[in-house]
């Protein structure tokens, strides 16, 4: 598989656990992690991209 039919699979598998998977629970640390992040954000050290943008970044730089 090339680094870009990869990243699609992912993708659809991702999506496919998102639906079917509802009662999910995150790991324990993942709150700490998010709180982190939103810090940086109020902090100015963060922003937010656009979803698109970011994959399109992704399957830039791994290509």
């Known amino acids: 598989m090339t680094t870009e039919e990869k990243l699609k699979a ?3 598998l991702w999506d496919d656990i998102c ?3 509802p009662d999910f629970s995150s790991p324990y640390w993942h709150e700490n992690v998010l709180k982190e992040r939103e810090q940086r954000l109020r902090d100015g050290k963060d922003k937010f991209v656009d979803w698109d943008q970011a ?3 992704i399957r830039d730089s791994v290509s």
């Open 19 to 21: 639906r079917s998977a």
């Open 55 to 57: 994959k399109k970044d």
């Open 10 to 12: 992912m993708e659809m």
